[in-house]
């Protein structure tokens, strides 16, 4: 094999992907994860409700999962953005920048796993980011807990919004619910909301107050302040997958990459897995789980095309 060969590149280097190089190294195969290392959770501080591992920096979560793919002589892990995947003759062609320093890479695999995440969009309030992570976060069953019982906002853009109210009532029952001027919250919905004491304010959201991602409330468009510490924000997401244009993947009507029950694409050779396959965003032990089911699936197909 060439140094620039491997059995299979891995792209991204989140839960997804790395839990799918350690079980691909751990079959004995030669794999190159390659990351840009901007993950979605790089907001967060802490990230819960992954077994043996609640409250961990998910930046040392992600460490320790390059460790333990490096420990192995045969798993390599890079800093690097992929520019593009195509078809050559016995698989891929990959090329990769260099991120934080590290080269450029030109290399070929037989198969590829794409495990790049999404890309988070929230709400139009001007420094809402200032306080993601901190204050605010998106994901209920990550963060309700340390917001248990406390007044909380939740602030949205789509049309689900009201579904997701009914959702946050299982961390707290003093709910205020912002559409920012822009999320649908029908009127049925709404009085349905304000029966079990939610109240849904249709004012656009001028900014979030406070400093150093302590927040003290948020600024109406109309001129009132509404006092809150904490709460959750409602984001959108946009899968990056420009570096797979060449290859056709079929994607769904949210870009999302679509694969079979077993992780494989609808190109053969390369398969997804974690928050870049339908239905999107969801948790860190899911996204590990999808990319060990991939590693096994990568393994089945070795074998059938052994046995001919
Ligand atoms: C603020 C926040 C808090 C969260 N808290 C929790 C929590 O407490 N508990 C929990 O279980 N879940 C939590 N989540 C959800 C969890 O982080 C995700 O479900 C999980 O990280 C998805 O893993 P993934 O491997 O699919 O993608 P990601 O973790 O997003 O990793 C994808 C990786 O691919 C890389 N990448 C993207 N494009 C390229 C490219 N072209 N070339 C190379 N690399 C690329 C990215 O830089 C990134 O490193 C949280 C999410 C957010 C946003």
Not at 76 to 86: G, L, W
Not at 135 to 151: I, N, R, Y
Not at 174 to 184: I, P, Q
């Amino acid at each position: 094999m060439r140094p620039t060969d491997y059995d299979v590149v891995v792209i991204g280097g989140g839960p997804a992907g790395l839990s799918a190089a350690l079980n691909l190294v751990r079959a004995r195969l030669r794999v190159l994860v390659l990351d840009s290392n901007r993950p979605r959770h790089a907001a967060t501080l802490f990230a819960h409700g992954f077994l043996t591992r609640d409250n961990i920096s998910p930046l040392d979560l992600r460490r320790l999962g390059r460790e333990d793919v490096t420990a192995y002589e045969n798993g390599e892990v890079q800093f690097a953005r992929v520019e593009a995947v195509t078809r050559v003759s016995g698989g891929f062609r990959i090329i990769a920048s260099g991120v934080r320093g590290a080269p450029d890479r030109d290399v070929h695999a037989q198969r590829v796993v794409v495990a790049t995440g999404l890309a988070e969009i929230l709400p139009d309030i001007g420094n809402a980011r200032a306080f993601y992570g901190t204050a605010l976060h998106s994901c209920l069953e990550c963060d309700g807990w340390e917001k248990s019982g406390e007044p909380l906002v939740l602030v949205g853009e789509t049309d689900d919004l009201a579904w997701h109210a009914w959702r946050a009532l299982q961390w707290t029952d003093d709910l205020t619910v912002l559409t920012n001027g822009v999320a649908r919250v029908t009127d049925a919905e709404e009085a349905a909301l304000a029966e079990v004491g939610v109240c849904v304010d249709r004012t656009p959201v001028t900014e979030v107050t406070g400093a150093h991602g302590v927040m003290t409330g948020l600024a109406m468009s109309d001129g009132r302040t509404l006092a809150f510490s904490k709460g959750f924000m409602r984001p959108t997401w946009r899968a990056r997958l420009e570096f797979l244009t060449e290859l056709g993947a079929v994607r769904d009507e949210e870009g999302l990459l679509i694969v079979d029950p077993r992780g494989r694409a609808s190109v053969a050779g390369l398969y997804a897995a974690g928050d870049i396959t339908p239905p999107g965003p969801q948790q860190i032990a899911v996204a590990a789980g999808a990319g060990v089911v991939v590693s096994a699936t990568i393994t089945h197909d070795l074998a059938l095309e052994r046995r001919g």
